[in-house]
């Protein structure tokens, strides 16, 4: 693809408001952060769901609320997650793919979560699979180790999962693959042909995986889930603050940022 994809991570499952006051929780705050990032150049939202207490959940009826309320507001595509939040069994995470987004992410492997862990087993990927090309849903496939793009492989070998793919590169997480452009390049020798790929960089990796991702020819992620701090040690105001000079910097390498009707017509998604 020629042109870069911005995807902001709204809210995911981990962020609390103590941390980041702004942090939108409620299904309208965070289609109202979602619509400011949308303005601000976000062509895809990565969406988690809140409970009223800032709790994660995934609640099909939450979820149906929120990408209602989205909707309304504009065109940006929709990726639930199925990755959910440490604990959640396989059946409440895929739950709310039957709301037919237009995206959703597809965990490839078992994963280190700091002192946590989160479970895909073989035989979980391949049911996520198939639930979602039971509702068109263009799958994600997140990985957070080598280990998980050759798990990838196996799906599309099995014919589950459709090209053009797209893989998310989910790096510094802590107990999983850190952060370098070193093995960002590993990453990317190993996907398979007809594939694009948008970078995560968690925590501190989050300026050097935007940089990388536009060096690499790859795609960007960035917002509240992925990291809290527009510099060191200051909160940023909302994530349309990160989009913004992620498109700001896209341009300054004289690349174009794409368009949500982009994005849909290079992954075939439902119109």
Partial sequence: MDKVIITCAVCGAETTKEKCP?????????ADSTYEAYLAGASIVHLHVRNNDGTPTQSVEVFKEAITLIRKKCDIVIEITTGGAVGM???????????EPDMASLDCGTVNFGNDYIVNTLPIMKKFAEEMNKYK?????ECFDLSHILSSQILIKENLIKPPYHYGFVMNVPGALGFNSKQLSIMIDHIPLESEFTVMGIGKAHIPAVYSAIAFGGHIRVGYEDNIYYSKGVVAKSNAEFIERAVRLVKEAQKEVAKPIDVRKFFKLRD
Avoid: Q
Wanted: charged fraction near 30%.
């Fill in 22 to 30: 702004n942090l939108p929780i409620t299904p309208k705050e965070i």
């Fill in 89 to 99: 069994t396989p059946e409440e995470r895929i739950a709310p793919v039957k709301l």
């Fill in 137 to 141: 849903v263009k799958p994600t496939l």
